[in-house]
């Protein structure tokens, strides 16, 4: 009887010592599976859903356009006379008398956003407004330098700032400035947020 107990105290060390590891196996499966599936969550589904759905929204603001169709955005930047382009929506506006106001489109600013180590981003759109007849042509000729103060402005910004109430007009002053001093002069007179999106 003796020779018994000494067995049963190793095998309840044994059963004691794998336990411990059988018992901590779903954790580190856990740890180790969940930021796999995140990342292939994010890259192979919810990314090719999201390119898709700006794809179809583009295709659409581009076959509205064409069909001369309006959408409810371009019936609030007709002018004073109520006339619309159907080229508004890219960027190209009929020349305006010198004090008439005129209005260019820079759609689809998508930049990371700040401190979340490039897992959101914010995508948006503006209408810039001036006065004169070389106000659209001036953008026009400068459109890559305007997409890259906007994104320089924008990509500075936290969710914390992007969720602050008065974050849309804090934008608006903040791309106003930075476009009119890289012009080098005060051109761009209002802006306007069209699209306005954090992912």
Do not use: C
């Amino acid at each position: 009887m003796a020779d018994e107990k000494p067995k049963d105290d190793k095998k309840q060390e044994a059963a004691a010592s794998g336990g411990g590891i059988k018992a901590m196996l779903p954790l580190i499966i856990t740890v180790v599976l969940m930021p796999a599936l995140a990342f292939v969550m994010t890259k192979f589904v919810m990314m090719p859903k999201l390119q898709a759905v700006i794809t179809a929204s583009a295709t659409t603001t581009g076959h509205e356009a064409d069909s001369g169709t309006e959408t409810p955005s371009k019936e609030s930047e007709k002018g004073e006379h109520g006339s619309s382009s159907s080229k508004e929506g890219h960027g190209e506006t009929p020349k305006p008398s010198n004090g008439e106001k005129a209005s260019w489109q820079l759609t689809k600013v998508i930049v990371n956003v700040a401190g979340t180590q490039a897992t959101r981003y914010l995508m948006s759109a503006y209408t810039l407004i001036g006065k004169g007849a070389d106000f659209s042509s001036t953008l026009e000729a400068n459109t890559d330098q305007i997409r890259d103060v906007t994104s320089s402005v924008l990509s500075g910004k936290t969710i914390q700032d992007l969720e602050k109430p008065d974050s849309r007009a804090i934008i608006k002053a903040e791309l106003m400035s930075a476009i009119n001093t890289a012009l080098g002069k005060p051109l761009v007179q209002e802006i306007y947020i069209t699209e306005f999106a954090i992912q």
